[in-house]
């Protein structure tokens, strides 16, 4: 920072000081960074009111993990502890109850997990009206005995496909089919079809099977730790069992690796949750998941979004098996066998002894599943995730995912058509951290609902009226969101879309978008700003300026006219600039945002000074104005005018410091002194006194033996046979 110019008068040279001062007090900036990875443009925090939420939450019920819309789109049925609900949400605000099925469980239950050291949470905070026992069905099985057992179910023509542990201790997992009129089928526990650990994650229906995603140990690899990694299985929906080898069990279950993984790097081995986004004219139906990874790169998690074709994993199933030598315990690749039709394939009628007997030890297929990265964030776990897409101004159709993380945040997140996904904004659901339990799109309604221990939060899945003008609404690259010129509106892109309206979804660059609009340049940056907030302020006032950061992916710079800012008096703190109000330091002040290689300026102040205004530039004339009172401090005699935020306190703070390191220096200074001169003084009284000096005046030591003064030549001895010890 440059010096202060000499010939300044006394209240300006104390100005200066206790502004440099107060730099020396302000912590460093540091940069907000959520790990690598794409950065939400926008953050709102919890209670934000610039994002509306609407939560539904009912007294003595907790735990609303199980989410399922309706046919028609208008309910949303909940499954929570000890209760199932009905909940209307047709209507924009808060879901509403429509009907509640009380569920808990009875005393025997109760008792019983009580007994085999399970907790007895379940015990308290009970209202719920009780349900007689005949009329409980056995979800042995089809649900888990502890809700810390991940699982999975699904419904297709009537039959229920569960993927759950089906023992107390959680060392048994199991796939199995209910209800229907099928038979009972379920996978062979004797066969380690299944590791013991398998955590099941989602269940999808196909035309013909049923896919099942979970993690498990990798048996097929040899590693030195245990490995974990992702699997889809598949059983045909037209499955009934052996007749004399497998009855009772599936005949056509089969697994195969998933792999999410960017090149050269470990992969993403733990999956979290897969949904599935039906085929359209343009594209294939597909699996997207969430994955993290057992290992930590820099102390901190990462999560990773892959794309499954549903052919490629349909073309995995189709192709090679693995088999176990149990010789050598190795897996290795089997080939296709001589047997028609193929092993685990979905062929009408039962299959023949040899069929059975090679799907009993060959159920992994060699081949993997891979998938394609579209997202990788670390620092963040995502824990739920739910799709759709999206058609922008143009006709072209993008992929929005809305991703739930481990610490109660909602991401939203835009892929493009080179298959890169950007952030367009994070909530915070939560004031206090928990993962996010379910989420449940609902298309027609135009919503994402959120499942949490406490309730169920409705979030609009877009929020357009927070971009105020036609450059804020393009940069938000939101696909849900366009800028009508006609109304001057970011608004909801409705069906059909006006052709009028704004977006660039592929650059985000309003340069060209709003070339008509009325924010709009047909030429580079000007600064000409739409309006300027005037501040009126007193000589030597510290005078603080903020900027309101609109997006986390802009870079922000602060301009006096067309010059950069007089570095002797200002520095830029937390966006905002501090200025020292001198002589000649007054006019326009302009904070610029630059993303995606545009700048624009965010806030325009016109800074001047009590005592002698400044003369009104033509060149601003005709700009509408707003009187603003800024937070500042008089340095000077006077009045502070609008004391908004002080520094006073913050110079007082650094005044007192420095004289208490002062003092503390001075101090330790004396001490060292005369620790010094005492040294000196007993190295000098150890010798023999010189002629013409007193004998001490102390009569105790002159009184001393003189056998305490003398050193005998046997003590000499010892001290020295002593000290030749303690060397060798």
Not at 245 to 272: D, H
Request: net charge neutral; charged share 20%.
């Amino acid at each position: 920072m440059a010096l202060p110019a000499l010939g300044l008068d006394p209240w300006s040279l104390v100005g200066l000081f206790l502004f440099q001062l107060l730099l020396l007090l302000l912590p460093p900036t540091t940069a907000g960074g959520g790990g690598q990875g794409p950065m939400p443009r926008v953050k709102y925090y919890a209670g934000d009111g610039r994002r509306a939420l609407s939560l539904f939450h009912q007294k003595g019920l907790q735990d609303f993990d199980t989410l399922l819309l309706s046919g028609d789109g208008g309910t949303l049925y909940v499954g929570a502890r000890e209760a199932i609900l009905a909940l209307n949400i047709q209507d924009p605000g808060v879901p509403r109850l429509k009907n509640m099925i009380p569920w808990p469980a009875s005393d025997r239950k109760k008792s019983e997990c009580a007994f085999k050291k399970k907790s007895s949470e379940e015990l308290q905070d009970s209202y719920l009206l009780p349900v007689s026992e005949d009329k409980v069905v056995e979800g042995k099985g089809q649900s888990p005995f502890d809700p810390a057992h991940k699982h999975t179910a699904v419904l297709a023509d009537g039959m229920l496909y569960s993927g759950t542990m089906n023992n107390f201790l959680g060392s048994e997992p199991i796939l199995i089919r209910t209800l229907g009129s099928q038979p009972v089928l379920k996978t062979d526990n004797f066969l380690r079809w299944l590791e013991p650990d398998a955590s099941f994650v989602a269940a999808i229906p196909s035309t013909q099977v049923v896919y099942f995603f979970f993690e498990e140990t990798a048996s097929e690899f040899e590693f030195f730790e245990k490995l974990h990694t992702s699997r889809v299985a598949r059983v045909c929906k037209n499955d009934v069992g052996g007749e004399k080898l497998l009855q009772r069990k599936w005949t056509t279950f089969l697994k195969a690796q998933l792999l999410c993984a960017q090149p050269g790097q470990l992969p993403f081995n733990v999956i979290r949750h897969a949904v599935l986004l039906p085929a359209n004219s343009s594209t294939d139906a597909r699996v997207y998941a969430v994955f993290t990874s057992q290992w930590q790169s820099g102390g901190t998690r990462s999560s990773a979004v892959c794309a499954f074709s549903l052919k490629d994993i349909t073309r995995v199933f189709e192709g090679k098996y693995k088999e176990l030598d149990k010789e050598t315990s190795r897996w290795t690749t089997y080939g296709v066998p001589d047997i028609s039709p193929l092993p685990g394939s979905c062929s009408v009628g039962p299959s023949s002894d040899k069929a059975l007997t090679f799907m009993k030890d060959h159920f992994l297929m060699d081949e993997q599943v891979v998938g394609t990265p579209l997202l990788v964030k670390s620092g963040v776990e995502y824990t739920q995730l739910a799709v759709e897409t999206a058609q922008d101004v143009d006709g072209y159709s993008h992929l929005v995912m809305y991703l739930g993380t481990t610490t109660g945040s909602l991401h939203k997140a835009v892929v493009s058509g080179d298959s890169s996904a950007h952030l367009v904004e994070e909530i915070q659901l939560f004031p206090d951290p928990e993962p996010v339990r379910n989420l449940q799109l609902a298309p027609t309604q135009g919503a994402v609902y959120a499942g949490f221990s406490g309730g169920i939060w409705r979030v609009p899945r877009a929020n357009c009226s927070v971009y105020e003008s036609c450059v804020d609404c393009v940069l938000a690259r939101d696909p849900h969101c366009a800028w009508d010129p006609e109304s001057r509106i970011c608004r909801l892109l409705p069906t059909p879309i006006p052709k009028s309206w704004k977006q660039d979804m592929e650059r985000g660059n309003p340069e060209w978008a709003c070339a008509n609009g009325p924010m709009g340049r047909s030429h580079p940056p000007q600064s000409r700003p739409q309006i300027i907030k005037e501040v009126l302020a007193v000589p030597n006032s510290i005078l603080e300026l903020p900027c309101p950061h609109l997006s986390a992916l802009a870079s922000y710079r602060w301009s006096r006219g067309t010059a950069a800012v007089p570095e002797a008096s200002s520095t830029v703190y937390n966006g905002s600039l501090l200025l020292l109000l001198r002589d000649g330091v007054g006019g326009l002040y302009q904070c610029w945002a630059t993303e995606s290689g545009f700048s624009y300026p965010v806030v325009s102040y016109w800074v001047d000074s009590q005592d002698q205004p400044l003369a009104l530039d033509p060149e601003l004339a005709g700009i509408p104005r707003e009187r603003v009172a800024a937070p500042l401090t008089r340095v000077g005699g006077g009045v502070t005018l609008a004391a908004q935020r002080s520094y006073w306190p913050h110079f007082l703070t650094v005044t007192v410091l420095l004289a208490l390191v002062l003092s503390g220096a001075l101090i330790i200074l004396l001490i060292s002194s005369l620790g010094a001169l005492r040294a000196r003084g007993k190295v000098q009284g150890c010798g023999t006194l010189p002629p013409g000096e007193k004998a001490p005046l102390s009569r105790e030591q002159h009184l001393q033996s003189p056998k305490e003064h003398r050193t005998s030549a046997s003590d000499m001895d010892t001290d020295n046979n002593h000290l030749g010890t303690e060397v060798a």
